[in-house]
């Protein structure tokens, strides 16, 4: 268990210091652009646009990464007082603070979010601007210049120290043993906080003072990935083999490298293959000279061939260094790949990797399995979830609407994935659950979403029934006949339940908490609450739309008394995977007599005007008048 929650951590934080990073890669590749067109090794020297290149590595990187620090922290006051406070550790030093910048922003918007906390109900009416503004320049102020005073000097003192070491390792030959780190280090999603944090600015340093550095070519080099996906290409099996040409390219050219990571995981001794592809890159690195004069982000080729300096020679030297890698993860790859027995889950796999990266990965997609046109003369859709509780009940609540406003005579249900009809002809599922449900019924037309109340393939699906719908007038009416004999469910909402201002650390805080009302409330045992905490940990429970609803397993249902919601105003927002969530409605349902309401939260909750107003209702009668107002 301890060593669980480590790992955990260490992903998390790898995600936090990516996600300062990320958002800003625009602006490093403006500034790799820059320099390498016009600094005086460059393809265009020119000695007036050359004065860019300083301030924009010293100042303008810096301070928005610091900025979006603050802000991951505590919204933009968090991210106005993180570019304050790393203003101190841009001054104090003469070298790019991209490391001071991932302290001090953070850091500036936690303590301006505590001092929002502490303040909270103790400002009089009028005063609010006057006091927001001038907390935020007092305190972003004082860490100003604490970081001038102590971190900046900590920090140079660092990297001073990591300049040292790399200059030893340099002239001792041991460069490519960094990669023992660097290539796993990937896999748990450190790589931006590496490569950003560490390397770019000893690189940037190096490009001031030599023209180029090796070190921005440890991370970025696309030739261990390359390596291995060639070896899914001519070794791999089933869905793996298939979708691996496709990887190769988004990973070379597009310099996604977080595409490989699932044929990695698949089978955990390519991280073997990817170590001595990229130590034998490196070695070619620095054998023939090799180097970059700016920062290749992302790390495609097409971005080191624009970030090489101007001259035959470093040309020759960082193609070569690619190549080289790409040719040994390749043959290790296959080996490995040749060797033992495969067992090969694509889908799984990239589950997981999300899982390590907290969040939704942008190429997860890419594994999915792809299907034909939509089946003809529809008549059933099925939304499915782990439970069928929940979030597929809101999901079919909206779709069925849009049915209904498109004159379609068709039926759309929701149930577990377990309980998914053989029958149904289109499923829809979060996208982490649509392996399962392609396992369960395998002859169906199956729809990913990630956004179950406002997905785009809702209109997409509409619009593609539109052509060809027939539903019999038997399934029709008993369709409606089970809509129209629900139960009033008016009583489940109760003005107790409702809780404003509330503020979480953690989305498991905030699920214990909606737990706890249902728990005293006498809708469920005391167990179901560990229940909700699984069920969020297997597939989130986020729905979009600023708006989660953590409920129970399947297994679960059995510890539900009877039917009840709760709803937790969340103004400030808590993190659910990555996306902030502000308003939580925790559910136990029983024998379905909980969907009707569940239904109508979902419609109103697919309107954002409707979210803010919740968001700021100043009372529990006037949050549940928007929700029944629909």
């Given at each position: 268990m301890a060593q669980s929650n480590i790992k955990v951590a260490v992903q998390k934080f790898g995600n936090f210091l990516s996600s300062m990073v990320m958002p800003n890669i625009g602006a490093f590749i403006a500034w790799g652009l820059i320099t390498a067109l016009f600094i005086p090794t460059g393809f265009f020297p020119n000695e007036s646009l050359t004065k860019l290149v300083d301030p924009m590595v010293k100042y303008l990187l810096p301070l928005l990464i610091g900025y979006t620090g603050g802000k991951l922290v505590h919204d933009q006051r968090g991210g106005v007082v993180g570019a304050i406070a790393t203003m101190g550790v841009i001054v104090g030093s003469d070298i790019p603070m991209f490391l001071g910048a991932m302290i001090m922003g953070p850091l500036g918007g936690y303590i301006i979010k505590k001092f929002d906390q502490f303040i909270e109900?103790?400002?009089?009416?009028?005063?609010?601007?006057?006091?927001?503004?001038?907390?935020?320049?007092?305190?972003?102020?004082?860490?100003?210049?604490?970081?001038?005073?102590?971190?900046?000097?900590a920090v140079d003192g660092f990297t001073g120290a990591l300049v040292v070491g790399v200059d030893w390792m340099v002239a001792h030959g041991l460069l490519p043993l960094t990669s023992i780190l660097i290539e796993p280090a990937k896999i748990l999603f450190?790589?931006?906080?590496?490569?950003?944090?560490?390397?770019?600015?000893?690189?940037?340093?190096?490009?001031?003072?030599?023209?180029?550095?090796?070190?921005?070519?440890?991370?970025?080099?696309?030739?261990?990935?390359l390596g291995i996906l060639l070896a899914y290409c001519f070794f791999g099996k089933g869905t793996a083999k298939q979708s691996a040409p496709g990887a190769a390219i988004i990973h070379f050219i597009g310099g996604i490298h977080e595409i490989y990571f699932p044929y990695v995981l698949m089978r955990p001794l390519l991280i073997i293959a990817a170590i001595l592809g990229g130590m034998s890159g490196v070695f070619t690195f620095v054998l023939l000279g090799g180097g970059l004069q700016a920062v290749a982000s992302p790390g495609s080729i097409l971005a080191i061939l624009a970030a090489t300096p101007g001259n035959a020679g470093s040309y020759v030297a960082n193609i070569s260094g690619v190549l080289v890698a790409a040719v040994v993860s390749f043959i290790v790859g296959s080996l490995i790949l040749?060797?033992?027995?495969?067992?090969?889950?694509?889908?799984?796999?990239?589950?997981?990797?999300?899982?390590?990266?907290?969040?939704?990965?942008?190429?997860?997609?890419?594994?999915?399995?792809?299907?034909?046109?939509?089946?003809?003369?529809?008549?059933?859709?099925?939304?499915?979830?782990?439970?069928?509780?929940?979030?597929?009940?809101?999901?079919?609540?909206?779709?069925?609407?849009?049915?209904?406003?498109?004159?379609?005579?068709?039926?759309?249900?929701?149930?577990?994935?377990?309980?998914?009809?053989?029958?149904?002809?289109?499923?829809i599922t979060q996208e982490e659950l649509t392996p399962r449900a392609q396992n369960k019924v395998p002859d169906a037309y199956h729809i990913s979403v990630d956004n179950f109340l406002s997905s785009p393939e809702y209109d997409k699906l509409i619009d593609q029934l539109k052509n060809d719908h027939t539903t019999s007038k038997a399934e029709e009416e008993k369709r409606v006949s089970a809509e129209n004999n629900t139960d009033s469910n008016d009583g489940l909402l109760k003005e107790e339940n409702v809780f404003l201002n509330q503020h979480f650390s953690s989305k498991e805080e905030a699920i214990r908490f909606a737990g706890s009302v249902l728990v005293k409330g006498g809708y469920v045992e005391e167990n179901y609450v560990e229940?909700?905490?699984?069920?969020?940990n297997m597939t989130s429970t986020y729905m979009g739309n600023d708006v989660a609803i953590p409920h129970g397993t399947e297994e679960a249902k059995k510890n539900v008394l009877r039917s009840g919601f709760t709803v937790i105003q969340v103004p400030e927002g808590v993190d659910f995977d990555g996306e902030k969530v502000r308003l939580i409605f925790g559910i136990a349902g029983k024998d379905g007599t909980h969907l009707e309401i569940l239904s109508g939260i979902a419609i109103t909750c697919s309107d954002m005007d409707n979210i803010e107003k919740m968001v700021h209702a100043k009372s529990a009668k006037e949050l549940?008048?928007?929700?029944q107002s629909n």
């Open positions: 109900g103790k400002v009089k009416t009028g005063f609010e601007m006057l006091i927001n503004n001038f907390s935020a320049g007092i305190l972003g102020g004082i860490l100003a210049i604490l970081a001038f005073l102590g971190v900046s000097p450190l790589n931006n906080a590496i490569n950003h944090g560490i390397l770019s600015p000893i690189g940037a340093e190096q490009i001031r003072t030599n023209g180029q550095s090796i070190l921005l070519l440890l991370e970025t080099n696309p030739g261990p990935g040749k060797t033992g027995k495969q067992t090969e889950d694509l889908d799984e796999a990239a589950r997981k990797m999300q899982e390590m990266k907290g969040k939704k990965s942008s190429v997860a997609g890419s594994f999915t399995k792809q299907q034909g046109e939509v089946p003809a003369s529809v008549q059933k859709i099925v939304f499915a979830c782990d439970a069928g509780m929940g979030s597929s009940a809101m999901g079919a609540s909206l779709l069925r609407k849009k049915v209904k406003q498109a004159d379609l005579n068709i039926s759309v249900t929701n149930t577990a994935i377990s309980n998914i009809p053989s029958d149904a002809q289109i499923v229940a909700m905490i699984e069920r969020d549940m008048a928007i929700i």
